[in-house]
């Protein structure tokens, strides 16, 4: 079994900031790709940003140079630092990890159960 549990969502004031944290556990055996989506009301699920093991970053327009994403590999974690926070990043958060439980295993996608970001004054 793998679980995904993240922690660090809550409601902030427009121009805060929030640390989004994302922790991988269970069986298994080598992670590739981690990163965030976040889906608002009505929207579709949309990538926020995403690591690679090696540590190249990419990020959605709407958050580059307010948002950053950093991966420690031996405690398996993601965290997503928000910074400068719009009304518009209001949404539920999903951490999300690229991920093969054994050797020979392939690789598949493993989901969090998601966090909440408020941000309202």
């Known amino acids: 079994q793998v679980q995904l549990v993240e922690s660090g969502g809550g409601l902030v004031q427009p121009g805060g900031s929030l640390r989004l944290s994302c922790a991988a556990s269970?069986?298994?055996?080598?992670?590739?790709?981690m990163g965030w989506y976040r889906q608002a009301p009505g929207q579709q699920r949309e990538l926020v940003a995403f690591?690679?093991?090696?540590?190249?970053?990419n990020y959605a327009d709407s958050v580059k140079g307010r948002f950053t994403i950093s991966r420690d590999n031996a405690k398996r974690t993601v965290s997503l630092q928000m910074n400068s926070l719009k009304p518009e990043d209001t949404a539920v958060y999903y951490c999300?990890?690229?991920?093969?439980?054994?050797?020979?295993?392939?690789?598949?996608?493993?989901w969090g159960q998601g966090t909440q970001v408020t941000v309202s004054s």
């Open positions: 999300y990890a690229n991920l093969k439980q054994r050797d020979y295993g392939r690789f598949n996608v493993y």
């Open positions: 269970g069986s298994i055996f080598s992670i590739s790709g």
């Open positions: 690591i690679t093991s090696g540590g190249t970053t």
